[in-house]
């Protein structure tokens, strides 16, 4: 069984019917039967629903309280925050964001090869995006 880690835009294209990727999103949740992400990812989910109005924001709540109920969520704990930050001031010259660095440096640990992202950082740091 392939362990997949879960980026934000696998969630935000599963809570967001109106979003472009969503069909996608849900055969992939479909498709897979366990994942990991982590809690950075989660905060940055809720972050991009925080100004959709009521009905998007709780189901964005919803969304993230399953996954914490049915999912490894893993926290990001000082020790994780500071490899990402050394991450991400390593590479100035990519564009990746600091959830981006953490989820990159977890998934180095965790031996998990595959992403479920539309993010082409991923990509450049040598993972294999899955996305539909």
Known sequence: MTTYFADSWFFIALIDRQDAHHRRAIRLAEATEFFVTSDAVLTEVLNY???????????????????????????????????????YAARPDKQFSLTDCVSMVLMEDLAITHVLTNDHHFTQAGFTIVNG
Do not use: I, M, P, Y
């Open 49 to 87: 629903f925080c100004d959709d109005g009521a009905h998007s924001r709780l189901a964005a709540v919803e969304a993230v309280r399953r996954t914490l109920r049915q999912f490894s969520v893993v926290s990001t704990n000082r020790a994780l925050f500071k490899r990402a930050v050394d991450r």
